[in-house]
């Protein structure tokens, strides 16, 4: 990819029926009622064990059943980014969600989940935004992304608070979902040397209540 060759998701785009599209409107229709239409037939099991990747795996199929088809990207759970991978033998990141441009590929909009188990534990939500995100091992070809958590106990609002004061910084409104608990913010990122990656960062903030579940011990 060449400098300026990023995908912008932060703006709509326009599928192929003409209809403008952004990646964070398929969340909220994917998690509609909390699981979507198929909560009528039945709530599906989560594992308590591994209730982040469970969560996250039921997801995302209802966040693709929410899309046409004709979006010029598509969704997908656990994808890696090869972009950002150090020499054998180490691992690519891998993303617990992300919406690949069908143009390219490589070209992702990450969306990473963590279980809060109250809205002052933010510290693992903290640092993915600023190890991952803002060092650009994340996302490294688009300027924004987004964080998605799962919180156990207590208000959304509170831990989005709590996030605000941890970060440092405001998190604004997003006027396209008016009333629901999803925020963003803007940040500046470190690229790496002889990287034209965007400097500027969108990162939007989407918190889920899951107050009927708990982790296994």
């Known amino acids: 990819l060449g400098c300026g060759q990023h995908f912008h998701h932060c703006s709509p785009v326009s599928t192929r029926s003409g209809h403008r599209a952004r990646p964070i409107s398929y ?5 509609r009622s909390k699981w979507g239409l198929l909560q009528r037939i039945s709530e599906p099991f989560v594992d308590g064990r591994d209730l982040e990747r469970s969560i996250t795996q039921l997801l995302v199929p209802r966040i693709d059943a929410a899309m046409s ?3 010029p990207f ?29 143009a390219d590929e490589r070209v992702m909009w ?32 688009s300027s924004s992304g987004a964080m998605l958590g799962y919180l156990l106990s207590g208000a959304e609002s509170d831990a989005l608070g709590t996030i605000s004061d941890r970060l440092g910084c405001s998190l604004e409104e997003v006027f396209e979902h008016p009333g629901k608990p999803n925020r ?9 040397a002889g990287k034209c990656y965007p400097v500027d960062f969108k990162c939007y903030h989407v918190i889920l209540a899951y107050q009927h579940l708990s982790r296994t011990r």
């Open 27 to 31: 969340r909220w229709r994917g998690v």
């Open 69 to 71: 088809g004709d979006e």
């Open 74 to 102: 598509y969704v997908l759970h656990g994808p890696y980014e090869h972009e950002t991978m150090k020499a054998p033998p180490a691992q690519p990141p891998a993303y617990d969600i992300a919406f690949i441009l069908r």
């Open 110 to 141: 990450p969306v990473e989940a963590k279980i809060i188990e109250t809205p002052k534990a933010v510290a693992q939500y903290i640092r993915d935004i600023r190890q991952e995100f803002l060092t650009c091992r994340y996302a490294p070809f």
């Open 184 to 192: 963003w913010s803007l940040h500046k990122r470190t690229v790496p």
